[in-house]
């Protein structure tokens, strides 16, 4: 089972709280149909995963899905507080997944091919249960392409030390720019008379620069710094020693503090429509 980097701290399940199809998902949202089955990768807490059940309406179906079940609880219980009778959630694993060939019209993944070792493989499972007519969309971030300001040298730390540990972990840390590539790899390219038209890409970016959004950003990752699965793997691979979490989670305290602080997190976007 590939090591999911971040892990399940709170400070990582209240980031993922935040996440909606409007803010992680727009350029799926033209592709949704009344009526269409889903599968969500890498459902988390569930709440994109809920939005996409109501987007699909009453006659439509989602299953979201997760390797562990650690999360699925709350995405349950969410998805009962608001009352979707068409969602339902399983354990299962992205690179060998309990469906018929074709069995759903739309396979979604946020943020999950940058953990998979083997994010190809992933992708021709991912394609083997899409039905003809129907769509595969993955968003990833990239992040060396992450920026902001002011450029404080516990940041840039950060920044270098997350890569390496989502590498020893077997992900692929820069994974927005590397969505087309593993496409093609996976055998997701375009029919011969438009061979450009699919796959479609695209970009979009989260922005971190009111007050508020910098606060919740700074802290959401000073702590995970320092108390996540990511700190845990930092120290236990040698990478980083307590001492230098702490130091780079007072870096995001600082850069939150500063009121001309910006950030912005660029994703890759792909969509697939497989015929």
């Known amino acids: 089972m590939p090591a999911y980097t971040h892990g399940h701290h709170a400070a990582v399940l209240r980031s993922h709280r935040s996440r909606t199809a409007a803010n992680s998902a727009a350029y799926l949202l033209p592709e949704l149909r009344p009526g269409q089955r889903v599968l969500d990768v890498g459902c988390g807490p569930g709440t994109i995963t809920a939005d996409l059940a109501e987007l699909v309406g009453p006659s439509g179906r989602v299953v979201g899905i997760e390797p562990v079940p650690e999360v699925l609880a709350e995405a349950a219980a969410l998805a009962a507080e608001r009352g979707l009778a068409n969602l339902s959630y399983e354990v299962a694993d992205v690179y060998r997944l309990p469906y018929a060939d074709a069995s759903f019209d739309v396979v979604h993944a946020h943020q999950v091919l940058q953990h998979l070792p083997d994010p190809v493989a992933a992708l021709r499972e991912m394609r083997r249960v899409t039905a003809p007519g129907g769509v595969i969309a993955v968003r990833d971030s990239d992040y060396a392409a992450m920026t902001w300001y002011p450029e404080l040298p516990e940041l840039d730390e950060w920044l270098s030390l997350y890569r390496k540990v989502a590498r020893a972990n077997g992900g692929e840390p820069d994974a927005g720019r590397r969505l087309l590539a593993w496409a093609h790899a996976a055998g997701l390219t375009g029919e011969p008379a438009a061979p450009d038209a699919n796959p479609r890409c695209s970009s979009s970016s989260w922005t971190f620069a009111t007050g508020a959004e ?62």
């Open 214 to 275: 910098r606060a919740w950003w700074s802290e959401s990752w000073a702590e995970r710094t320092v108390r996540s699965k990511t700190a845990a793997t930092a120290v236990a691979e040698g990478l980083a020693t307590p001492a230098d979490l702490e130091r780079i989670a007072a870096g995001w305290a600082r850069w939150g503090a500063d009121p001309d602080a910006w950030f912005a997190v660029l994703h890759g976007e792909l969509l697939y429509h497989v015929s």
